[in-house]
């Protein structure tokens, strides 16, 4: 079994958002909060993992590629793990991905590759999106040979999303 990995790392200065790629000031659609500092700031995860399988079928329809279908175990191990980032049962990295990708190898008969975004802070989906699409690796994912993914979202204490994308090709 091939697995690919990628990691997205965010580091956070006040009012800014720092990745190894490009520095990007939070955005927000109303006036009265883009003012608001890094920990004013709060994001609605109520549709999050809509929007992030959404805006990232909608890129990979600019590159040809086909849509990717949910598939609800990848989706639960997703929030699982985003979960326990959150939570912090385990720490921001890709900790325990194998067994993330056996599982849904396991509920699928059997799977030909796995893949993993995370990411972290307080972001909108297109920006967690924007920002995979800046990394080599994650935008590899992205764009990569899978026809299923599951994505999980969870806020910690003080309002910090961890979003984990999952990509499987069966």
């Given at each position: 079994?091939?697995?690919?990995?990628?990691?997205?790392?965010?580091?956070?200065?006040?009012?800014?958002?720092?990745?190894?790629?490009?520095?990007?000031?939070?955005?927000?659609?109303?006036?009265?909060?883009?003012?608001?500092?890094?920990?004013?700031?709060t994001i609605s995860t109520a549709t999050m993992n809509a929007d992030i399988i959404n805006?990232?079928?909608?890129?990979?329809?600019?590159?040809?590629?086909?849509?990717?279908?949910?598939?609800?175990?990848?989706?639960?191990?997703?929030?699982?793990?985003?979960?326990?980032?959150?939570?912090?049962?385990?720490?921001?990295?890709?900790a325990g991905f194998e067994q993330r990708a056996l599982v849904i190898a396991n509920e699928?008969?059997?799977?030909?590759?796995?893949?993993?975004?995370?990411?972290?802070?307080?972001?909108?989906?297109?920006?967690?999106?924007?920002?995979?699409?800046?990394?080599?690796?994650?935008?590899?994912?992205?764009?990569?040979?899978?026809?299923?993914?599951?994505?999980?979202?969870?806020?910690?204490?003080?309002?910090?999303?961890?979003?984990?994308?999952?990509?499987?090709?069966?």
């Amino acid at each position: 079994m091939q697995y690919q990995r990628s990691i997205l790392i965010m580091l956070f200065a006040a009012g800014s958002i720092v990745s190894c790629a490009s520095k990007t000031a939070p955005r927000s659609s109303t006036p009265s909060s883009r003012n608001a500092s890094y920990r004013e700031r709060t994001i609605s995860t109520a549709t999050m993992n809509a929007d992030i399988i959404n805006g990232v079928n909608a890129y990979r329809k600019t590159k040809g590629l086909p849509p990717l279908r949910l598939l609800a175990i990848a989706s639960s191990e997703a929030a699982r793990h985003s979960s326990n980032m959150a939570s912090r049962k385990v720490s921001f990295s890709h900790a325990g991905f194998e067994q993330r990708a056996l599982v849904i190898a396991n509920e699928l008969h059997g799977t030909s590759s796995t893949g993993e975004n995370i990411a972290f802070g307080k972001m909108t989906s297109k920006q967690v999106i924007d920002a995979w699409l800046k990394s080599p690796d994650h935008r590899a994912n992205i764009e990569g040979n899978f026809n299923y993914t599951g994505v999980g979202v969870a806020k910690d204490a003080k309002g910090v999303v961890y979003y984990t994308q999952l990509f499987v090709k069966k």
